[in-house]
Every structure is written in structure tokens, then in C-alpha cells.
């Protein structure tokens, strides 16, 4: 049986993790993780919403090495739970947080605080060091999207599939050098995104992450330089675009990975200019896992990982090859310019038809957010409010302190077709991203409608 080591670390004084600061060993997690398995109720599948990521991590790896299942789900709705529940009923939920009202039997981590089932503190660590093996075919998680109707789609994940991903992957982006690069997030590590970049890239190409998931330009600032060099900042646009926009002093950073949304090479110029460092964009989908990146600032295009190729039949574009189990359907527009490289033009659901023109909303979206002033802004599909059946109409909502709406409006006439320019155009505080900075279109639709329901005189 073909195997792939939970680690990558060949010592048990190596440094996996900080936790305040604090070093964590490979010897300390292995500990921890073999302590949590023991003590984890006899059911197969987990629902991990530990918001400290070496929690998560240990509840990760305590499910791996004792063939539990994690589950992934875009959200922690009650409706999304009331489905997940339906989907495995002998979930349950392990967190760190006392005030967790999720709808599951609950199993707080250890050490963390008294409630209805809390394991014991960890053991000392035995002076023997042996790392894990994991089959390649285990089934290691399920990751779930909302489909078309709002209801999860689940999407199975191999421990072979994970971890061949982020071994073809580090190397691309530079991490797979010898030195112990330090990873701080902004993302979730029960994100997708989060959980092949903050987590398992550790993991498997001997580095290292740092347990907090700071927000705020000057907590993530603080977070930054309290991590031990080479550091390297894993974060997504929305995130780029607030720390470029405020006056925190930020410490010197070596590399910038970002994901999640598009990102503009006007704003990845920015930030490495600003912070004169790297940046690197990663493209990957839930099917596919990570498949490519690039210098955005430098370059449209994207280079795929070793062994992942794509292919054309009946005008649809499939990835295959490398991590990649079986031939899978890309759902974006792609144009393929080479044995490893292709272009990127938007989703396939992405695009729109406004009076028999074409326009995509990750288009109309980078032509919204790159006016001076904006902070956060993106389009939106609604019906015509006169009731013309069949036609559409677009909105948008925008973050951009100082400006007015008529403003917004003679900005975009100069850089979007006429028949795309957004009625209503919606002022608002801020715009309702999920933890990884995501926007679905869903939510964003049911967020404009309230806040036109409020402006709107009776």
C-alpha cells in the first residue's frame, strides 16, 4: 500500500508551528494530534471548526492517522448544518470556541476551557520519533460548494491527492528550498485555500505556520513581524487592497501568495512595490485542488503545475495529469497557449449579456475597484425593476468613503461600455465576504435587495 508521510519534517526538534510567538516542535504535534485521536468519539466523520489553525491542524492530522473524515462546507449556516447532518449523521463537531451554537454533538478541544465533552491535556512526548504514513487512497476530507439550488456539493479529497498537490505545488512557488519559510494567513484553514496553503504546505514541505488568522491591516502587520524569516503572507485581494489603502508601517515581508478572486496586476504592481517583495497568484479550483500560478505583476499568463496538463474536447476544457485523479471539467473560460501555460478569462457562469453585449463580472468587477477611493466593490445580476420579463439588469455595491454615487457612475463611463454601467450603484460600509474574502453572487444579490429595500422610499 502506497503511503505519503503525515510531515515532511525529518526531525522531532523541527519547527512545525508558532502558537503567540512560541515554537512548536514536530515531536509536540505529533503528540498532540495521537492525544486527540484517542480521545475523539466513535464516529467517522468531523466537522473542524477550530479558529486557532494549530488546533485545526491537530484536529486534521488526529482525524488522518485514525481514518476519520473531515468535513469542509463553505459555511456554518443552521441550514448548512441541518444538510450536513443529513449527509453524515454521525457528524460531529469539534471546536475551540465556548460560544459555539453549532447544531452537533460538540467535542471541545483539549485544554482549551471546561464544557460537556473536553479531553484531557496532551501527554509528554515520548522521546521516540516516528512520523505517520498515510495511504494515498484514504479518503482524507470532503470539501462542499453550493451548488445551483444553495445545496452543498460535495467534492471527495485523497490524503494521495491533497498531498501530491502541494508537493508539485511548493516548488513552483519557491518553498521547497531547504529553508523553514514561515506562513502567515488571513484565510481559514477550512477553506480550500487556506487549507492547502496554510496548512498542508507546512506540513509537507518542512515549513512552518503561524496559528493566528489576523484581519486587520495592523493586526496582520503585527502578526507579520512577530513570524521569524523568510516569512511569506498568504492572503487574498480583498485583504491586498485594505493593506495598501492604510497607513499601518508594514515589516519587511519576503514573498506574497495570494487567491480566491482575480487579482489586478495594478494591485499586485502595488504591492510589491510598496512592500518590495514577490507576489504570486495561485489558481486552483475546489475540483482540482491548486493547478497553477503566476507573477501577476509581470505576467497574464499561467504556468500549471508539473504533470497537470489541460485538453479541449467539444469545446469544454479538462484538466488532467499530475495530482489530478481523474479527467475533470474545468468551469472557467480558458485559453490554452501552451504545453504548460494558458490564460485566464473568467468563469463560464461568470459571464454576462446586457442587450446582446458580452462582459464578464470579474471584468466589471477589476474596472469598479481599480478607481482611486474604492475600497471594495462588485457588480450584481437582478431583474428589471419595470418587470420586462427575461431582461437583466446590473447593480453594483460599492465601499469608497468620499465618493458619491454619481461619482462612482462618470468613473466608470470612461472604462465600461454604457449598456454595463450599474443601476442602482449601492453605497455601502462594507460588502458581506465570507471568511476566505469570497462573494458569492447569491449572497451578494440578497444583500443588495435588503439594502434597496431600505433606501427605497414607500
Known amino acids: 500500500m502506497e503511503t505519503i508521510p503525515l510531515l ?10 508558532y502558537r503567540g510567538g512560541v515554537p512548536i516542535t514536530a515531536q509536540e504535534f505529533l503528540a498532540d494530534a495521537a492525544h ?16 486557532d489553525r494549530y488546533h485545526f491542524t491537530v484536529g486534521l492530522a488526529a482525524c488522518l492517522i485514525s481514518q476519520r473524515v473531515s468535513l469542509l462546507p463553505s459555511t ?7 444538510q450536513l447532518a443529513a449527509f453524515a449523521p454521525d457528524a460531529f463537531c469539534l471546536t475551540d470556541d465556548p460560544r459555539c451554537d453549532i447544531e452537533l454533538p460538540q467535542v471541545y478541544y483539549p485544554g482549551q476551557f471546561q464544557g460537556s465533552v473536553t479531553a484531557s491535556a496532551p501527554t509528554t512526548a515520548s522521546s521516540s520519533f516516528s ?28 490524503w494521495g491527492l491533497l498531498a501530491r498537490c502541494i508537493q ?10 531547504g529553508l523553514r519559510h514561515t506562513l502567515i494567513g488571513t484565510v481559514p484553514g477550512q477553506h480550500m485555500y487556506g487549507l492547502e496553503s496554510t496548512v498542508l504546505l507546512a506540513l509537507l514541505s518542512g515549513n512552518a505556520f503561524c496559528a493566528e488568522r489576523p484581519f486587520y491591516p495592523a493586526d496582520i502587520a503585527a502578526a507579520v513581524k512577530a513570524a521569524p524569516h523568510p516569512r511569506v503572507l498568504i492572503t487574498t485581494p480583498i485583504h491586498l487592497r485594505i ?33 518590495r517583495t ?24 499561467w504556468r500549471l503545475w508539473p504533470g497537470v496538463r489541460l485538453s479541449v474536447a467539444d469545446d469544454r476544457v479538462y484538466a488532467q495529469g499530475g495530482h489530478i485523479e481523474q479527467r475533470t471539467l474545468m468551469c472557467d473560460v480558458i485559453e490554452i497557449t501552451g504545453t ?89 460600509e462594507e460588502l458581506p465576504r465570507n471568511a476566505a474574502g469570497k462573494l458569492p453572487q447569491q449572497a451578494l444579490q440578497g444583500f443588495a435587495e435588503s439594502q434597496m429595500r431600505t433606501e427605497e422610499p414607500p
Do not use: W
Open 278 to 301: 514577490s507576489l504570486l497568484e495561485i489558481y486552483g479550483s475546489t475540483e482540482t485542488g491548486q493547478i497553477a500560478m503566476r507573477r501577476t505583476a509581470e505576467t497574464a499568463a
Open 131 to 158: 512520523v505517520p504514513g498515510i495511504p494515498t487512497t484514504q479518503l482524507a476530507a470532503i470539501v462542499f460548494t453550493s451548488g445551483s439550488t444553495g445545496t452543498p456539493v460535495p467534492y471527495r479529497k485523497t
Open 36 to 51: 486527540l485521536a484517542q480521545r475523539l468519539p466513535d464516529s467517522r466523520h468531523v466537522l473542524n471548526v477550530c479558529a
Open 76 to 82: 456554518h449556516t443552521p441550514q448548512v448544518i441541518a
Open 168 to 177: 508539485s505545488g511548493a516548488p513552483r512557488l519557491g518553498l521547497s528550498d
Open 8 to 17: 515532511s519534517h525529518g526531525s522531532p526538534t523541527a519547527i512545525i508551528a
Open 243 to 275: 493593506l495598501t489603502m492604510s497607513e499601518v508601517e508594514f515589516p519587511p515581508v519576503d514573498l506574497v501568495v495570494s487567491a480566491t478572486a482575480p487579482l489586478s496586476p495594478e494591485l499586485a504592481r502595488e504591492v510589491e512595490r510598496k512592500y
Open 340 to 428: 504548460e501555460e494558458f490564460l485566464l478569462h473568467g468563469r463560464t457562469a461568470d459571464m454576462v449579456n446586457v442587450a446582446g453585449k458580452r462582459s464578464s463580472f470579474a471584468y466589471l468587477d477589476s474596472q469598479l475597484n481599480a478607481i482611486p477611493g474604492v475600497v471594495d466593490g462588485a457588480f450584481f445580476l437582478r431583474e428589471d425593476s419595470t418587470g420586462s420579463a427575461g431582461v437583466a439588469r446590473l447593480g453594483a455595491v460599492v465601499v469608497a468613503p468620499g465618493l458619491s454615487a454619481a461619482a462612482l457612475t462618470e468613473q466608470l463611463r470612461l472604462r465600461i461600455d454604457p449598456v454595463f454601467l450599474p443601476r442602482p450603484l449601492l453605497l455601502v
